[in-house]
């Protein structure tokens, strides 16, 4: 009964191999995101949607491409990985009516590009 | 555009001592302000949040803060520490609306020891 989920949990490639990460969230919500914490543990958005149409896409690669299929799904797909690339990603999903903003996350896929 | 600054990047402290991680944010508009918790190698959780109303709140784990919007401050404080909050924690700002992103500090590092 895990409200959002990623898979896989940890994933490790090598530079210029195309990888995705997938998302759901069993919440209801929606809108999903996706976030970047870097080594230092800053974390960043990347995209999000709301009913599958995309809001915000802030300056990422575009080798970088959110997709949702469904409000329940939020896949981040990677080309041509880096080195540069190597972090955790966090999906997390929240509700526009009532939800004033509280985001709910999942537990992070760790991406290590070798 | 808004922006957190927490100003303190490590805090050690011992167990049953107070506590306080600051953070001020920055914004031309209401926004809503947030605390989560990173424990490791983990998600995001919500500890708190400040929609509106009262400036005091109180979240999960003993732990509360205070909105001060004259100095943009919204500082978390727990009265007594345990070795299990050892985390990292982070500081966030959102304007709430649709898919609008959270905006987060670069969080504290808070380390509990006996």
């Known amino acids: 009964d895990t409200a959002v989920s990623q898979t896989p949990k940890y994933l490790v490639t090598q530079m210029g191999n195309d990888k995705s990460i997938k998302c759901e969230q069993n919440?209801?919500?929606?809108?999903m995101y996706w976030y970047k914490q870097d080594s230092k543990k800053f974390l960043k958005i990347m995209f999000s949607?709301?009913?599958?149409?995309?809001?915000i896409n802030e300056t990422v690669p575009n080798r970088f491409s959110p997709k949702s299929p469904d409000k329940a799904h939020l896949n981040l797909h990677i080309n041509s990985l880096e080195l540069g690339d190597s972090a955790v990603y966090f999906c997390?999903?929240?509700?526009?009516?009532?939800?004033?903003?509280?985001?709910?996350f999942g537990p992070g896929t760790r991406l290590t590009v070798l | 555009a808004q922006s957190v600054t927490q100003l303190d990047s490590q805090v050690p402290v011992f167990e049953e001592a107070p506590v306080e991680l600051r953070c001020n944010y920055s914004?031309?508009?209401?926004?809503?302000l947030f605390w989560y918790v990173q424990y490791p190698n983990q998600g995001l959780q919500l500890l708190l949040k400040?929609?509106?109303?009262?400036?005091l709140v109180k979240g999960i784990n003993g732990f509360e803060a205070e909105f001060n919007k004259s100095q943009t401050s919204f500082h978390l404080r727990k009265p007594s520490v345990h070795i299990s909050d050892t985390a990292e924690y982070f500081c966030?700002?959102?304007?709430?609306?649709?898919?609008?992103?959270?905006?987060f500090g670069k969080g504290t590092t808070l380390s509990v020891s006996s």
């Open positions: 997390a999903s929240s509700q526009i009516a009532g939800g004033r903003g509280e985001q709910f």
């Open positions: 919440l209801g919500h929606d809108t």
């Open positions: 949607y709301n009913n599958k149409e995309l809001i």
């Open positions: 914004s031309s508009v209401s926004v809503y």
């Open positions: 400040y929609l509106s109303g009262s400036t």
């Open positions: 966030a700002v959102t304007l709430g609306q649709a898919g609008t992103a959270l905006i």
